[in-house]
């Protein structure tokens, strides 16, 4: 179903600064966007906070920030990227998302049909993942103090039954599955803020993993040890974070990592290596090596997973350090980038 925007863009088609002020501006912009567009009986009291039930078991607590730039992109919006991105965070926990808030940082001049299309994005997202925003808050900075729009989630879940996902559980002889391509989201973003046309037409990947994340620790329990989203920093900056993390050593092979010949192309142009590029529907999963074909080929059942790969292995040598073994039989170090390689991309 699609929303009507309830605000009168002929009356205010942007952003002002009262919007921002807590009068009337700023009560007509909760109770006529922000209420109606992501309604539910939590969000609808208005109150200061959320007033939650207690759900049973352990839970799992996740915030992120999202600055992409620009806010809207090939295959979807910093709304797809709000909801997906803290509902990943959750599941890379073994939780399944419940509950999300949600905070606005709006520049004076935004317009507001953005900004309805962006919530309205993150009312579909969060319907699609099972989740409800439940509580939030907006603040409008001055025109040029800003970028538009920055949005702010937080997300709780309830963690599986027999599920201990930590890096601290990971162990040498673990084999490192990675669910799908790689690159295609950093690349798309660069794709339309620099103008450049590729013929096939990038599109970010971003995706709720949830559903395939849940059929894995159904079947692989406590053979699952770890998961990482592979997100800002890519599939490198994700590999040296668990590695450092566990003091375990890690080994990829190249030719095991996919990417897709059009995000190899584009990267080679421009002079990138796809394992420092973002992605937001790809995650990596250290598994038992007794239970890694089994899990792999079940991951491969799912849409999100039908390209996943074994694409290393744990090893006690070079704790820390990520190695590569390479297309041409050598090997060479897989360290974290020391600068930024794309800024404002998630």
Same mark, same amino acid.
């Not at 992501?38 to 996740?62: C, I, K, M, Q, T």
């Given at each position: ?128 993942? =099972? ?5 939030? #808050? ?7 103090? $800003? /970028?538009? !729009?920055? &949005? @702010?989630?937080?997300?709780? =879940? ?5 599920? #201990? ?7 040498? $002889? /673990?084999? !490192?599955? &990675? @669910? ?167």
């Amino acid at each position: 179903m699609r929303f009507q925007c309830p605000i009168p863009i002929q009356e205010y088609d942007t952003v002002t600064l009262a919007h921002g002020g807590g009068g009337k501006l700023t009560q007509r912009l909760i109770r006529d966007l922000f209420a109606p567009t992501l309604e539910n009986p939590f969000l609808s009291e208005l109150h200061d906070g959320a007033l939650l039930p207690a759900p049973g078991g352990r839970l799992a607590f996740s915030t992120d920030s999202f600055v992409v730039s620009p806010p809207f992109f090939p295959g979807g919006n910093i709304g797809d990227l709000a909801v997906h991105g803290t509902v990943n965070d959750l599941a890379m926990c073994g939780a399944r998302p419940l509950y999300l808030s949600l905070s606005m940082i709006l520049e004076e001049g935004f317009r507001l049909k953005d900004l309805w299309e962006i919530l309205v994005t993150i009312r579909e997202r969060a319907e699609e993942a =099972g989740v409800q925003v439940v509580t939030g #808050d907006t603040k409008v900075v001055e025109r040029g103090k $800003g /970028d538009g !729009i920055f &949005l @702010n989630t937080t997300g709780i =879940g309830i963690i599986l039954d027999d599920v #201990d996902i930590r890096p601290s559980r990971i162990r040498p $002889g /673990d084999r !490192i599955l &990675l @669910n799908g391509p790689i690159a295609e989201h950093g690349m798309a973003i660069l794709s339309i803020r620099e103008g450049l046309s590729f013929e096939s037409g990038l599109e970010s990947d971003t995706a709720n993993l949830w559903p395939l994340v849940q059929k894995l620790l159904e079947a692989g329990g406590r053979d699952v040890h770890a998961l990482r989203d592979a997100t800002r920093g890519g599939v490198a900056s994700a590999l040296n974070e668990l590695a450092q993390a566990s003091g375990t050593g890690v080994v990829i092979q190249e030719a095991s990592i996919p990417v897709r010949e059009d995000v190899r192309g584009a990267c080679e142009i421009l002079g990138l290596d796809p394992l420092f590029v973002a992605n937001e529907g790809r995650f990596l999963a250290f598994v038992a090596p007794e239970r890694a074909e089994e899990l792999l080929a079940l991951m491969r059942t799912h849409p999100l997973g039908s390209e996943a790969r074994i694409i290393g292995e744990v090893v006690e040598d070079h704790p820390g350090v990520v190695r590569m073994e390479t297309w041409l039989g050598g090997s060479r170090v897989v360290d974290m980038l020391s600068g930024e390689q794309l800024p404002r991309i998630c």
